[in-house]
């Protein structure tokens, strides 16, 4: 929490995203792409594949928390009184947090200049579909929007898929080119993440061409240690036997 919310290292990270995203982008307007940033349905890890432009406008698609937004009241209230994840806080902090939140560095200018090229920003995120009005309103006190639902705007319960995003992911990509993909968690981008990899073949995964040259070339993660996807694995997962060191005898 100190690293993502408070530091200035996290928020110049976050402006760096930001920044090569936007420039990203504005090369894809020029170049008129043939293909989305989004995964074809038959697609793999192995042998990805795109949704093709055709002659679609072109769009962005965003997470909204700890992507577009800092949900800084709620990790607060859970710093001052740490406690295992509650789904009704959580949902209690939707529908209630429009002026606790703040941008994250970079976002808002991002968002405006994508607009101003003439890019469609789309906010997909498992807020819950029920709190859609409240999420709209919190989007757009922030500087953001706009956010319409099911145009701007797409929520967990938009679909039969809950928490998981490729089905709402091939509903904007069938009606947009989109150029740009920003996340917080691997599933921002493909839930074929999520697909009961080991927390070492996940990370594996991102750095196996073809899918490693996709980030920062149309995926673009942000950095978040606080919850999420990222924050699993054993030790051994984490560090290999082969890679383990001490300090020779007497120097401990």
């Not at 940033?37 to 769009?59: F, H, N, R, S, Y």
């Not at 295992?84 to 808002?108: F, H, I, M, R, S």
């Not at 073809?210 to 996807?229: D, E, M, Q």
Request: proline fraction near 7%.
């Amino acid at each position: 929490m100190q690293y993502l919310y408070g530091s200035g290292e996290a928020a110049a990270q976050a402006l760096q995203t930001w920044r090569q995203l936007t420039q990203f982008a504005a090369a894809q307007v020029a170049a008129t792409p043939t293909d989305s940033a989004v995964l074809a349905p038959d697609a793999t890890l192995a042998a990805p594949k795109w949704v093709p432009c055709g002659i679609k406008p072109k769009a962005a698609v965003f997470d909204v928390d700890e992507t577009a937004l800092l949900n800084l009241g709620f990790e607060a209230n859970d710093a001052a009184h740490p406690a295992p994840y509650n789904q009704k806080t959580w949902d209690a902090w939707e529908l209630t947090d429009l002026d606790k939140v703040a941008p994250q560095p970079g976002a808002a200018q991002a968002l405006e200049a994508l607009r101003r090229m003439g890019v469609t920003v789309i906010f997909n995120t498992n807020r819950s579909a029920a709190h859609a009005d409240v999420t709209r309103a919190t989007i757009e006190r922030a500087g953001l929007g706009p956010a319409v639902h099911g145009e701007t705007l797409y929520l967990a319960g938009d679909d039969a898929m809950g928490s998981r995003k490729d089905g709402r992911r091939a509903t904007i990509a069938a009606k947009f080119c989109v150029v740009a993909m920003g996340g917080d968690q691997l599933g921002d981008f493909s839930d074929l993440f999520n697909t009961a990899l080991t927390p070492p073949a996940r990370r594996a995964a991102v750095q196996r061409e073809p899918i490693a040259a996709k980030f920062g070339a149309g995926w673009f993660i942000l950095p978040n240690p606080v919850y999420g996807s990222a924050l699993k694995g054993s030790f051994d997962d984490v560090f290999p036997h082969d890679k383990r060191w001490a300090p020779p005898a007497g120097d401990k």
